[in-house]
C-alpha cells in the first residue's frame, strides 16, 4: 500500500498555529476535511485489503481424514498424560506390575479418546484443515 495515497502528505506537512497571520497558514494547516479525507481514504484501503482471515471451510466430520486426524489428536493426547503421569511418584502402596502397567495404559487411551472427543482441544480440526488442502 502506498503511504503517499492514503494523504499522508497532510500529516507530513509543517505545522503553522492558528495564529499566525501570514496567508500561507491557511493552505498548511491540518484541517478538519482534510483528516476527513484521510480517514475516507484509510477506510477503502482497508476494506480493499482486508486483514481478517477467510472462513475456514466447512469439516465433514464423517470423512476418512477427519477420523484419522481425531486419531492422531488423541495419540498426542495420550502421550501428554503419560508425561505428565512420569512426572508424579509412585507411592508403593499398589504393587502395579506388568498388568498394572497395562491397565494404567489401557486407562491412558480411554482417557485420550474421550479428551479427543468431547476437550475441543482443535487439534484433529487444525490437522484436518491443513491436509484436506491436498485432496
Same mark, same amino acid.
Given at each position: 500500500?502506498?503511504?503517499n495515497?492514503?494523504?499522508?502528505?497532510?500529516?507530513?506537512?509543517?505545522?503553522?498555529?492558528? %495564529?499566525?497571520?501570514?496567508?500561507? %497558514?491557511?493552505?498548511?494547516?491540518?484541517?478538519?476535511?482534510?483528516?476527513?479525507?484521510?480517514?475516507?481514504?484509510?477506510?477503502? %484501503?482497508?476494506?480493499?485489503?482486508?486483514?481478517?482471515?477467510?472462513?475456514?471451510?466447512?469439516?465433514?466430520?464423517?470423512?476418512?481424514?477427519?477420523e484419522?486426524c481425531v486419531?492422531?489428536?488423541?495419540?498426542?493426547?495420550?502421550?501428554l498424560?503419560k508425561?505428565?503421569?512420569?512426572?508424579v511418584?509412585?507411592?508403593?502402596?499398589?504393587?502395579?506390575?506388568f498388568?498394572?502397567?497395562?491397565?494404567?495404559?489401557?486407562?491412558?487411551d480411554?482417557?485420550?479418546?474421550?479428551?479427543a472427543q468431547?476437550?475441543?482441544?482443535?487439534? %484433529?480440526?487444525?490437522?484436518?484443515?491443513?491436509?484436506?488442502?491436498?485432496?
Amino acid at each position: 500500500m502506498d503511504i503517499n495515497s492514503l494523504g499522508v502528505q497532510y500529516l507530513n506537512s509543517s505545522y503553522v498555529p492558528f %495564529a499566525s497571520s501570514s496567508p500561507e %497558514a491557511a493552505n498548511v494547516i491540518f484541517t478538519e476535511t482534510a483528516f476527513e479525507e484521510l480517514l475516507k481514504k484509510t477506510q477503502a %484501503a482497508q476494506s480493499a485489503t482486508s486483514f481478517l482471515p477467510a472462513k475456514p471451510a466447512p469439516i465433514d466430520k464423517n470423512s476418512e481424514l477427519y477420523e484419522t486426524c481425531v486419531e492422531l489428536e488423541t495419540f498426542l493426547i495420550k502421550n501428554l498424560i503419560k508425561s505428565m503421569r512420569s512426572t508424579v511418584q509412585k507411592t508403593g502402596l499398589i504393587d502395579t506390575g506388568f498388568a498394572g502397567e497395562m491397565y494404567e495404559d489401557m486407562l491412558y487411551d480411554e482417557y485420550a479418546k474421550t479428551f479427543a472427543q468431547n476437550a475441543n482441544f482443535g487439534f %484433529a480440526e487444525m490437522a484436518y484443515r491443513d491436509l484436506a488442502r491436498y485432496l
